[in-house]
């Protein structure tokens, strides 16, 4: 497994479109090498979540894991936008909504995201580039 360190953890829908585009979103603004990732149904991400009690028969959330603890949906959106700092970190105070408010619209679109951005056969292969950010 890579050594995730004091790393940030993202565990996402690996077969998601709309996920897989955020990653790459992530990594291209992540000049301060905060966070890895991994797919929820590979063997890594799979190992992260059940270290933390995170159930991966519902993959529709992004899960956020910093040190023993983790984040998901709305909440890890929001830190993860802090985490990359500049206009993303503008974005934080909306953590003060209510997070059931915040979890209604992150979980309609997670229920859509498939219809509206597709949906892979399988995870992707990162390029030899991103290979050291993702966790094996």
Partial sequence: MTKSGDKKIILFDGLCHLCDSAITFVMKRDKR???????LQTEAGARIAD??????????????VEGDGYHAKSSAVLRIGRSL????????????LPRGLRDAVYDFV?????RWFGQRESC????????GRFLS
């Fill in 124 to 131: 992707r292969v990162p390029t030899p580039l991103e290979r």
């Fill in 85 to 96: 700092g500049g206009v993303y970190s503008l974005l934080y105070p909306l953590i003060l």
């Fill in 33 to 39: 090498d905060v966070f890895r990732f991994a797919p």
């Fill in 51 to 64: 270290a933390r009690g995170v159930s991966t028969a519902d993959l529709d959330s992004v899960i956020l």
């Fill in 110 to 114: 997670a229920r859509n995201r498939y």
